[in-house]
């Protein structure tokens, strides 16, 4: 039998065991039960692919078209980066899922700047300032393109960007966890394009085009688009009517980013169509889309009527065209900085 010493020594030793458990699990709920900044971001996505203006494309699509208006809008990106400014001037990145997650912050007042973190075209530009945080997108040539606008750059289309700005948040220490919705809203914009024939679409094998005049970059605290302009190239489809393309763009530049609408009487915008003919023969076409593209600044739909290839081109030579062989003129893709 233990003596009354012996039993006391032993009640003693589990009495330790026990208190140093219950310190251990203290310890491991120790974060998410005491005073500290427990920020939720709580993300939801903006799937627009234009803004209104003067032409409702939404309410006045046309039922002759192979498109719905719905099938332009853009989905939700895979993922979020959040930079976290604080007002000594330093910044912190993290990343997020699509739905959001726990924002990593110190206690006391900051600006928040998120973007989606899954684009591959997109350059981005002094993000040390929310206030000078800006994108553009890769430098893109076309063999034997001809510059449509002097002095411009021609460009790939940029990826579909998503931004928002929260300009100050006090971030608290609590007990419980914080929700803060984050609504992010698209940066880029998509056109519709069409070319219509009236004559020769049958002569058509390739087609690609150009849009110039467009913005070159946008900053991301407000969606202000700058005012330099670049020339975005992209491919082409043959449909039943024509040629159509889906251009993505940051809208026409030198614009606010409040949503507010105005146009600088100054741009000018043009449209290439470059086709290759099924006799190998290379035409190209410049349409002026001034008066279209500064109607839907940030989006919409350009209609070019009437575009035609007479018989005599199309049916002059071999006809033993092979649209897979070289000779087209590839694209090569330049990844450039912002300057």
């Not at 330790?16 to 491991?28: E, M, N, Q, S």
């Not at 931004?163 to 609590?174: D, F, L, N, V």
């Not at 008066?291 to 007479?310: C, H, K």
Request: include cysteine.
């Amino acid at each position: 039998m233990l003596s009354i010493y012996g039993r006391y020594c032993t009640f003693m030793g589990m009495a330790v065991l026990l208190l140093a458990a219950c310190r251990k699990d203290l310890c491991y709920d120790h974060e998410k039960h005491a005073l500290s900044v427990k920020t939720d971001v709580a993300a939801d996505w903006e799937q627009e692919w234009e803004r209104t203006y003067r032409v409702d494309w939404k309410n006045n699509w046309k039922e002759e078209w192979s498109r719905e208006y719905d099938e332009l809008r853009p989905s939700k990106a895979t993922g979020i980066r959040a930079l976290v400014y604080q007002t000594d001037g330093r910044y912190v990145e993290n990343n997020l899922n699509a739905d959001g997650g726990r924002l990593p912050m110190e206690e006391g007042i900051q600006a928040l700047l998120f973007y989606n973190n899954d684009t591959e075209y997109i350059v981005f530009g002094d993000l040390s300032s929310s206030v000078s945080a800006s994108v553009t997108t890769r430098t893109l040539t076309r063999g034997n393109f001809q510059s449509l606008h002097a002095n411009e750059r021609t460009v790939n289309q940029p990826d579909q960007l998503y931004g928002s700005y929260i300009e100050e948040y006090e971030a608290q220490r609590t007990l419980e966890s914080v929700s803060l919705p984050v609504t992010l809203r698209p940066l880029t914009y998509t056109y519709m394009i069409r070319f219509e024939f009236s004559a020769g679409l049958k002569y058509v094998a390739l087609a690609r085009g150009a849009l110039a005049g467009m913005a070159e970059s946008v900053y991301l605290q407000d969606g202000h688009t700058g005012a330099k302009t670049a020339t975005v190239m992209f491919d082409c489809t043959l449909e039943d009517f024509g040629v159509e393309a889906l251009v993505k763009t940051f809208g026409v530049p030198n614009y606010p980013g409040d949503h507010y609408t105005r146009v600088d009487g100054e741009n000018r915008y043009t449209l290439n169509l470059e086709v290759r003919l099924s006799n190998g023969k290379i035409k190209n076409f410049e349409f002026d889309v001034t008066d279209q593209v500064a109607s839907q600044p940030r989006g919409g739909v350009l209609i070019v009527n009437d575009v035609e290839i007479s018989d005599e081109e199309g049916q002059e030579g071999s006809g033993a065209f092979d649209p897979t062989v070289e000779g087209w003129g590839d694209y090569i893709d330049i990844p450039l900085p912002i300057i």
